[in-house]
T-cell receptor
Framework: GDSVTQMEGPVTLSEEAFLTINCTYTATGYPSLFWYVQYPGEGLQLLLK?????DKGSNKGFEATYRKETTSFHLEKGSVQVSDSAVYFC??????????FGAGTQVVVTP | NAGVTQTPKFQVLKTGQSMTLQCAQDMNHEYMSWYRQDPGMGLRLIHYSVGAGITDQGEVPNGYNVSRSTTEDFPLRLLSAAPSQTSVYFCASSYGTSGGPTYEQYFGPGTRLTVT
């Protein structure tokens, strides 16, 4: 079935460093892809999304491009802040219309 | 709008006890769902509903029941709690189509459940 694989964490960075979180997917067809963020003690929030190949989603300085040829949707941010410390989930909508999540990647940004 | 609300925030149960986790949304969303979150496993879908009176099973439905008598409410019932059900439970809602959620899902703050 459809699935999402993302890099394991924790990822520890210094403030202003460049962040990349790798995400690849397996799916029939071309699913919509999402990044969700979970701040400590909170539920998940949609960070960005892309609905077709070559779409770029962006929000709060984060970007991810839907790459059909590599079945990837890597999340990037050029200069992270301490407030970006969170768990990031890559997800897709599968052929049954349900969200499938990756395992999550914890990001820790130190001052 | 309050968004998606969940109660309680924390709960401790003994093995064999039953309880209901409450979830409500005030956005008139058709689609509601319950997930459990376990370390290293992301979120797994327990049950979902595409509208009042319609529910279906997700990936890990065993040991849980749901009902959807109104658009706003989607309670999750644990029939006989087991230690394997220790987890964080999230309720989510979205505008949806008959095929499932195609719009942004809004998540509640979660219920942390411990079964001893």
């Amino acid at each position: 079935g459809d699935s999402v694989t993302q890099m394991e964490g924790p990822v520890t960075l210094s403030e202003e460093a460049f962040l990349t979180i790798n995400c690849t997917y397996t799916a029939t067809g071309y699913p919509s892809l999402f990044w969700y963020v979970q701040y400590p003690g909170e539920g998940l929030q949609l960070l960005l999304k892309a609905t077709k190949a070559d779409d770029k989603g962006s929000n709060k300085g984060f970007e991810a491009t839907y790459r059909k040829e590599t079945t990837s949707f890597h999340l990037e941010k050029g200069s992270v802040q301490v407030s970006d410390s969170a768990v990031y989930f890559c997800a897709l909508i599968d052929s049954w219309g349900k969200l499938q999540f990756g395992a999550g990647t914890q990001v820790v940004v130190t001052p | 709008n309050a968004g998606v609300t969940q109660t309680p925030k924390f709960q401790v149960l003994k093995t064999g006890q039953s309880m209901t986790l409450q979830c409500a949304q005030d956005m008139n969303h058709e689609y509601m769902s319950w997930y459990r979150q376990d370390p290293g496993m992301g979120l797994r879908l327990i049950h979902y509903s595409v509208g009042a009176g319609i529910t279906d099973q997700g990936e890990v439905p065993n040991g849980y029941n749901v009902s959807r008598s109104t658009t706003e409410d989607f309670p999750l019932r644990l029939l006989s709690a087991a230690p394997s059900q220790t987890s964080v439970y999230f309720c989510a809602s979205s505008y949806g189509t008959s095929g499932g959620p195609t719009y942004e899902q809004y998540f509640g703050p979660g219920t942390r459940l411990t079964v001893t």
